[in-house]
């Protein structure tokens, strides 16, 4: 299985609604990764968790909360997000002891209204 | 600070033409950069990956041409096809510090027929 799974595909929210989006992977991988990617833009990183401990926070407002439960799975918890924050939320993971070969999920498109 | 620049923006070739994207990097310390391929609606795909120690790598139809001195890499695409119609993402990374991807601006490659 070399599939990162991410859901809900879609999310239509309100400011002042609370979210969670969920991300899982089965490839032992010990680094996951949360990403918000802008039309026509490249990934831009939010959140490293390296063995299920926050490693790198890219200064995200804190409105956006991650999560790692467990080393399979990531969620990205919402509150009071603004409507520039609509994006494409990705999700990737990779080996624990390096950056390469990562694997992104398919990705939740967020339209905060 | 953009660490990695990449051009051109947009690129358009006729089936079996062999499209080039250039990107250039400043942080010597980068020693890793891969290529991610991205189609409308999901996320990146690593295509293929260069260490510095190289100046070419193969897989495939995809090519890496990389240059040190000149602190630039490309990607070309052998026989081009339709279905290689995506956006194309260069990344740059360092084994040490802070190994978080930087991604270059994107391609967006057409194939016509």
Redesign the interface.
Known sequence: DTE?TQTPKHLVMGMTNKKSLKCEQHMGHRAM?WYKQKA????E?MF?YSYEKLS?NESVPSRFSPECPNSSLLNLHLHALQPEDSALY?C?SSTGS??????????TQLSVL | QQQVKQSPQSLIVQKGGIPIINCAYENTAFDYFPWYQQFPGKGPALLIAIRPDVSEKKEGRFTISFNKSAKQFSLHIMDSQPGDSATYFCAASKDTGRRALTFGSGTRLQVQP
């Open positions: 990162v990764y026509k833009k490249p990934p990183l490293v790198i990705l990737a390096t950056n390469e070969k990562l694997f992104f999920g398919s990705g």
